[in-house]
């Protein structure tokens, strides 16, 4: 008779390069956006680097193989940012509102500016305690930009919010700028429901 094995006596090997994590199999995606060059490499890096982060213990064991990747994708995406900067200043300069709700502008405009500022970085104050106020009045400043950029974009049907935002005596902070254009939109929405097709083919 051929000898049993004992089940209790087979362990895991976690280190082992042959052990598959319960989460690994080869339809697995670790981000919904698909690298198709210059065009994206920010954004799915970005996504990239927060995916394996969070999957780090069991992926450190390909290591030397990823880096390898990683360092090919780098030099062929991006090596120069000065043309994908330029973009994104253009992208931002431009966009407009048209058919997308307050939301998706917003989200649009903030993936731009998020990008951007992953390539562009504001300088870092490097003095113990900034007690000049300079950090402050940047901050500041660049929300001043940021609410500009977004309010140039909206739909002449929001020129009044936008006229009364400008007329303050203090700008708004971008986000309050943001929540009180939503509600503007959800009182519009109500006043002026939408027409069902049905009710129109009729």
């Not at 051929?2 to 981000?31: A, K, R, W």
Request: with cysteine; net charge negative; hydrophobic share 35%.
């Amino acid at each position: 008779m051929s000898p049993q094995t004992n089940s209790s006596n087979t362990s895991l090997d976690f280190e082992s390069p042959y052990y598959l994590h319960p989460s690994d199999n080869p339809g697995h995606s670790l981000v919904s956006v698909v690298l198709n060059g210059i065009e994206n490499y920010n954004p799915w890096v970005l996504g990239m680097t927060m995916a394996l982060l969070m999957n780090l213990a069991h992926t450190v064991l390909y290591a030397d193989f990823a880096a390898t990747i990683w360092a090919d994708l780098k030099s062929r995406f991006s090596t120069i940012n000065g043309p994908r900067i330029y973009d994104l200043e253009r992208r931002i300069a431009t966009i407009q509102q048209e058919e997308l709700s307050i939301a998706q502008y917003y989200n649009q405009l903030r993936c731009f500016w998020d990008e951007l500022n992953l390539i562009d970085s504001p300088p870092n104050c490097t003095c113990q305690g900034c007690s000049c106020g300079a950090k402050e009045k940047y901050l500041r400043q660049q929300n001043n930009r940021k609410l500009m950029q977004f309010l140039m974009g909206l739909n002449d049907t929001y020129s009044q919010p936008r006229s009364q935002l400008l007329l303050t005596s203090n700008l708004p902070d971008l986000s309050g700028a943001y929540s009180l254009l939503l509600q503007d939109e959800a009182q519009r929405s109500h006043t002026h429901p939408p027409v069902s097709t049905d009710c129109a083919a009729l």
